[in-house]
């Protein structure tokens, strides 16, 4: 059972940034995709970013392509997600999730391990 716990979210205004962290309790962190998700109130939680067990493979949303990145050091059982050049339209809650084997990354279904979130707050 992995245990996630994301730190790191806050007020910011647009155009600034923030980084979250997730913190692993499993010592086999090394095996799992990462991904972040995040949900507003009335929508469906959407993936943002996702990377590889080894740290070689990240994948973005469009929508934060180019302003978001995803980082990971399996030393410290950690994947960080840094998000810059914010926008309100970001502001959510923001999940980090865990999956081993192999499919989509993007898929919510996928990942059967959750942190409890962490709320980004984009002020206009």
């Known amino acids: 059972q992995v245990q996630l716990v994301e730190t790191g979210g806050g007020l910011v205004q647009a155009g600034g940034s923030l980084r979250l962290s997730c913190a692993a309790s499993e010592r086999t962190f090394s095996r799992y995709t990462m991904g972040w998700f995040r949900q507003t109130p009335g929508k469906e939680r959407e993936f943002v970013a996702a990377?590889?067990?080894?740290?070689?493979?990240?994948y973005y949303a469009d929508s934060v392509k180019d302003r978001f990145t995803i980082s990971r050091d399996n030393a410290k059982n950690t994947v960080y997600l840094q998000m810059n050049s914010l926008k309100p339209e970001d502001t959510g809650v923001y999940y980090c999730?865990?999956?081993?084997?192999?499919?989509?990354?993007?898929?919510?279904?996928?990942?059967?391990?959750w942190g409890q979130g962490t709320q980004v707050t984009v002020s206009s």
């Open positions: 999730a865990a999956r081993s084997g192999i499919g989509s990354y993007s898929a919510i279904y996928g990942y059967p391990y």
């Open positions: 990377i590889s067990w080894s740290g070689d493979s990240t």
